[in-house]
């Protein structure tokens, strides 16, 4: 299982940013999947998921409306849409694959990317 | 603030147990698996625990866990100086649907 984040950056406040992760080594129609994210010094929280068709999607209520999550079982490809960034969005972006297809409130992220760092200030 | 309770600390000498709690409440660890993730600083978090007690393939079998009521609690015996990490209990929240996790436990092996 290979998973790698991209689109990471510096970006002002207000602005949106892309976050992708690239995933290999497993079925990925079969699985869902999700982001979490630290910030600098800071303890793992918990941002999105979405189930492996990308029929059903979850978010934290600190990211509700302003982020959105997709999947492309086709490409293999994880997005996170970021809108309305704030600088307490600062944070190593993880993309981490969950253990079920569906029912995820029953699964784990077993494997996780190496992240992506984005940065929102002025 | 982290919505499951952990000690921000914990230490041990080479050989020793220590155990991490975490504490929580009957929308989360009351009511689903408690799950445990360790990261080495500067590394991705990696999974250690599921199902309150159950390792995935490669833990060594001195990491344990164990739940009871609304709370869970890591322990790991045998210390060794490779256990040196951040230890993070998380689990499903019914009333906040979603994922929750711990502040987070920083294990200093001494």
């Known amino acids: 299982v290979q998973l790698v984040e991209s689109g990471g950056g510096f970006i002002q406040p207000g602005g949106s940013l892309r976050l992708s992760c690239a995933a290999s080594?497993?079925?990925?129609?079969?699985?869902?999947m999700s982001w979490v994210r630290q910030a600098p010094g800071k303890g793992l929280e918990w941002v999105s998921a979405?189930?492996?068709?990308?029929?059903?999607?979850y978010f934290a209520d600190s990211v509700k409306g302003r982020f959105t999550i997709s999947k492309d079982n086709f490409k293999k490809m994880l997005y996170l849409q970021m809108n309305s960034l704030r600088a307490d969005d600062t944070a190593v972006y993880y993309c981490?694959?969950?253990?079920?297809?569906?029912?995820?409130?029953?699964?784990?992220?077993?494997?996780w990317g190496q992240g992506t760092l984005v940065t929102v200030s002025s | 603030q982290a919505v499951l309770t952990q000690p921000p600390s914990a230490s041990g000498t080479p050989g020793q147990r220590v155990d991490v709690s975490c504490s929580g409440s009957g929308s989360n660890i009351g009511s689903n698996a408690a799950n445990w993730y360790q990261q080495v600083p500067g590394t991705a978090p990696k999974l250690l625990m599921y199902d309150n007690n159950q390792r995935p393939s490669g833990v060594p079998d001195r990491f344990s866990g164990s739940k009871s009521g609304t709370s869970a609690s890591l322990a790991i015996s045998g210390l060794q100086s490779e256990d040196e990490a951040d230890y993070y209990c998380?689990?499903?929240?019914?009333?906040?649907?979603?994922?929750?996790f711990g502040g987070g436990t920083k294990l200093t092996v001494l």
């Open positions: 998380a689990t499903w929240d019914d009333s906040l649907n979603g994922w929750v």
């Open positions: 080594g497993f079925s990925f129609n079969n699985y869902a």
């Open positions: 981490a694959k969950i253990n079920r297809a569906t029912t995820v409130s029953w699964g784990v992220f077993d494997y």
């Open positions: 979405i189930s492996a068709s990308g029929g059903d999607t």
